[in-house]
């Protein structure tokens, strides 16, 4: 039996098979990924502007800032079994801290017009900019200014972590509600107003636009791919821990916390690692929800938020990254794009009386119950999709007809 | 000193009929955690609902039948909540029963927001209760004087209730084992659904109470009384319902005073402030049971 745990977490004891599927996956995953990177460039600069990549390129942003912060929700939730919902308020901290930071030092009296141009009077991507210039500079600060976004969200669940985690389940549910609250009412309270300008909006900060490269005349943008990346490397960066031997205690610990603890992992430590690096990327996730939006509030950022995050986890599957992300896309999709017509009052040219504003979210509320009351694993359940996955799915599905076949005509019997 | 009494009153009174308004949402909790171990993050949308059930029903029918209408429906929502909802999932995990009970809150204010259309809605005023009384020279709305005491009588009723009644036995037995209790021929489903009638039932006069206070519904008025309330829940030890009405009735009082002062920014933030050290010290809350884990 240990022999065969060790094949698993070994990769170089493992079947050849196995080593083959893997290599194919790797390769083939690389492949795609540029291949996406490529259709984003031409995205982003050479479609013409119309309806349709009017709605895709929103709907591809947000999808990817949503993948990223479901895939740090489930980080908690589905692979360390902590079921926190204080999501919201880390994306608070991630978004503000970016929004602060970046804000042109030229911007700070008309942004702050309420508290004297604010406290603090420099902005990372414009001293980037000094001498990088305005393309590669704004570029360079923002990835700096979303780093530290993070961290400042990692250090602050750091502190909330140490009373919380102690706490158990639903206990600890209503506890880092609670906290997001808190976080709320402290960044909308003038009392901070020099630094977070109270309940008033930030805006003029490095936005998604900003991150371009001018040639001469021509000028490339890369807002979408900018997301994209940022996106990627921290699933990619999250996947790597999961497959970690800290990501196994994770599951450990979330299986059986008496086992666990009775095979030597030390609880707290591991609890408080997860819920350390899953605000960190929640962090990240608000700093690019903020340059995506253009203008941040905290009073937007409610648990409703959260338990939309919650959402998407669960019909993606609690415990698997890729129907986050899967679902994160499909969600924001539905919502923002495909079922936009239930509230625009017809479908085509037939108008129907009761599709008007907010049928949508209705619709959308049932679809979900229906998810979660009957098909609790969600899309993809604890599973991964992978190339050599998908393609053992096609060339199985003539024997699973067979097998149903056969099935069907021994209950005939 | 009677400027001081003068200057303090309305909060101290505002503070004690939201109190107990935030009491009768909070006994729904108590006991459906108590029974079912289960936050019910869909009863402070409940408790909206009625307020805009009320609404909706007041504005064709008269007074003395939109009232017992705006119960009649409320229960009925928290009965076919619990029953589409929590039942199917009683084998489940915990958590998938509370992801439930969030989706289940998403629905109710997607609902509101579609028949508002996002609009806040004047709530109807009852007569008699929103006039206007003065106690030691402070003036005030009749309603506030009534809360305490309305929700003092439903409480020791509720109380009596369980004490003395066969079914009120029911609940006892099954909150203290739910297997034992189904072995002695309890029917479970029925004591169930019974702690959800009862929590609607005392959800939805809180609604008309808190509602004729604040005149105005909009979608996500519920959540924040919920959440209040679910605290002044665990600060009494969750599923002792004494134990909740002291916890909401001084939510309540302090929310008010810290108004008072000045600092409204954070009156929502001191309710989780409290939950958050009351988790610290006393988990169980001021009246709850301690248990122990077993391996």
Known sequence: MFKKINNALNPSLRHPEQERASRINKVGAIILLAILYVFLFVLDNFLPAGSFTGMLIPVLRKGAIYALLCVSMNLLNGFTGLFSLGQAGFMLIGGYAYAILSIPASQHAAVYQYFDGGAIQFSIPEFFSSFLGAGLGSFVGSIICIIIAGVIAALFAALIGIPVLRLKSDYLAIATLGFAEIIRAIFQWNGFGIITNGSNLLRKYTALSDIRWDIGSVSLKFGTVFVFLIVTICILLIVLLINSSYGRAFNAVRDDEISAEAMGINLFKHKMMSFIISSFFAGVGGALLAMYQTTIQSAAFTSAMTYEILLMVVIGGIGSVSGSGIAAFLYIAANEWWLRFLDSGSIGSIEVSFFRGGFRKVIFSIAIMIIVLFFSRGIMGDKELSITGVINWFKNRKERKLAKKINASKEGE | ?295
Not at chain 2, 87 to 103: D, H, N, T
Not at chain 2, 223 to 239: C, D, E, N, T, W
Not at chain 2, 272 to 282: H, Q, S, T
């Open chain 2, 1 to 295: 000193m009677s400027d001081f009494i003068q200057a303090n009153l309305p909060y101290l009174l505002a503070g004690i009929s939201v109190g107990g308004q935030y009491a009768l949402i909070a006994i729904g909790y108590t006991m459906v955690y108590g029974i079912l171990r289960l936050i019910n993050f869909a009863h402070g949308d409940v408790f909206m609902a009625a307020g805009l059930i009320m609404v909706f029903a007041a504005a064709s029918l008269p007074m003395y039948i939109s009232i017992p209408l705006v119960i009649i429906v409320t229960v009925l929502l928290g009965f076919v909540i619990e029953r589409v909802a929590y039942k199917p999932l009683r084998s489940a995990p915990r958590m998938s029963v509370m992801i439930s009970a969030i989706g289940v809150s998403y629905l109710i204010q997607n609902c509101a927001l579609y028949f508002t259309g996002g609009l806040p809605r004047v709530f109807p005023s009852i007569p008699w209760l929103t006039d206007t009384v003065t106690i030691f020279g402070a003036i005030t709305k009749r309603v506030t004087v009534i809360t305490p005491i309305i929700t003092l009588i439903l409480v020791v009723a509720l109380v009596l209730f369980i004490k003395k009644t066969k079914v009120g036995m029911a609940m006892r037995a099954v909150s203290r084992d739910f297997q034992t209790s189904q072995l002695m021929g309890i029917k479970i489903d029925n004591v169930i659904s019974m702690t959800f009638i009862i929590g609607c039932f005392l959800a939805a006069i809180g609604a008309l109470l808190y509602f004729s206070n604040y005149q105005s519904v909009i979608p996500t008025s519920g959540s924040m009384p919920g959440l209040k309330a679910f605290v002044a829940a665990v600060f009494g030890g969750i599923g002792s319902i004494p134990g909740a009405v002291i916890g909401a009735f001084l939510i309540g009082i302090v929310e008010n005073i810290i108004k008072g002062v000045g600092w409204t920014t954070f009156s929502d933030a001191f309710t989780f402030v409290l939950l958050i050290v009351i988790l610290m010290v006393k988990p169980t809350g001021i009246f709850g049971e301690k248990k122990t884990d077993k391996v």
